[in-house]
């Protein structure tokens, strides 16, 4: 079975500190893993997926399968960085049927 | 162009009632999904369809229906609504690419309360 692990559930960071969302997870297969980001008022959409391998709003994620782990970083937070994250897996070449989501963690920006 | 717009946005029923979330789409997708949100459980897949005319078992399928007569539509529902359904159920829809992948489009989601 396929698991994620958010173990932060809140997270508070001061605007300019650096920002660090863990993910790990549970795999047997070759993962393909997310970052999915909700802000306030605003969808659920897709922030980052690790094979693209880019930095978006200056986010960065590196799958790490020794430590089974797709972290979510950024160098100098910003407010509207404030939002609730959710990591999620799926073995590669799978459909969405088959993501698995994290609990979410809620990422807190203190001006 | 709307994206996925789900109806309604709040609803509140009592123990038993029945109810159907309608979910629309305008991007001619092929794949739909239902999904719950509730609080340290993160979201837990439905149902969900690939297709006009198909649907398929997510993970947590008890309790709800679903259809898909339309390929532009997908509905939820739930025919007599418990307690335990209080949730955040969030409808999203993706395309189909040789690569299986296609990212996930949600709608803004329905806050349901069974009483």
């Known amino acids: 079975a396929q698991r994620v692990t958010q173990p932060e559930k809140l997270l508070s960071v001061f605007k300019g500190a650096p920002v660090e969302l863990k993910c790990n997870y549970s795999?047997?297969?070759?993962?393909?893993l997310f970052w999915y980001v909700q802000y306030s008022r605003q969808r659920l959409q897709l922030l980052l997926r690790?094979?693209s391998r880019e930095s978006i709003k200056g986010f960065t994620a590196d799958l790490n399968k020794g430590e089974t782990s797709f972290h979510l970083k950024k160098p100098f937070a910003q407010e509207e960085d404030s939002a609730m994250y959710y990591c999620?897996?799926?073995?590669?070449?799978?459909?969405?049927?088959?993501?698995?989501f994290g609990t979410g963690t809620r990422l807190t920006i203190i001006p | 162009n709307a994206g996925v717009t789900q109806t309604p946005k709040f609803r509140v029923l009592k123990t038993g009632q029945s109810m159907t979330l309608l979910c629309a789409q305008d991007?001619?997708?092929?794949?739909m999904y239902w999904y719950r949100q509730d609080p340290g459980m993160g979201l837990r897949l439905i149902h969900y369809s690939v297709g006009e005319g198909t649907t398929a078992k997510g993970e947590v399928p008890d309790g709800y229906n679903v259809s898909r007569l339309k390929k532009q539509n997908f509905l939820l529902g739930l025919e007599s609504a418990a307690p335990s359904q209080t949730s955040v159920y969030f409808c999203?829809?993706?395309?189909?690419?040789?690569?299986?992948?296609?990212?996930?489009?949600f709608g803004s989601g329905t806050q349901l309360s069974v009483l």
């Open positions: 999620a897996l799926n073995g590669a070449n799978f459909g969405n049927e088959k993501l698995t």
């Open positions: 991007m001619n997708h092929e794949y």
């Open positions: 795999y047997s297969g070759s993962p393909e």
């Open positions: 690790h094979i």
């Open positions: 999203a829809s993706s395309g189909r690419t040789p690569m299986r992948w296609e990212k996930l489009f």
